[in-house]
């Protein structure tokens, strides 16, 4: 059996490094790497206490199947609402705000085109 408190510093490391990349990136994909970091760190938190604890009826082994479900979910959904302001703006830079943020989209809306004809003339 290995002691408990390795899973402890596993967990520890993982969050960590979890926060750390929420904090410091700008990227959005990294900022869910990120996230996902820190929902490992606190699965392995889960079932070290749930393994290490004294109770038979723990919630220790179930809730990390929940957690996975909803983070897979989680991540389909982020990525989908990554991949469609990456088609809009071209970018995905979280720094910087969005250059028609608050204002209507004016891909729908046509707008008048003006033909010059070259064969009429000012009259002078």
Do not use: C
């Not at 820190?38 to 723990?58: E, K, M, P, Q």
Request: overall charge negative; cysteine-free; glycine content about 8%.
């Amino acid at each position: 059996m290995i002691h408990p408190y390795a899973p402890y510093v596993l967990a520890s490391v993982l969050v960590g490094l979890g926060i750390y990349g929420i904090i410091v990136r700008r990227n959005a994909v990294l900022l869910l790497i990120g996230v996902e970091l820190v929902l490992s760190g606190t699965l392995i938190l889960f079932v070290t206490a749930g393994a290490v604890g004294t109770t038979r009826f723990s919630a220790g082994s179930v809730l990390p199947l929940f957690v996975i479900t909803i983070a897979a979910a989680e991540v389909v959904v982020a990525l989908a609402v990554i991949l469609t302001v990456f088609r809009h703006q071209g970018r995905l830079d979280l720094d910087e705000p969005s250059d028609d943020a608050g204002r209507p989209d004016d891909t729908d809306v046509a707008s008048p085109v003006v033909e010059s004809d070259e064969r009429t003339e000012v009259a002078s």
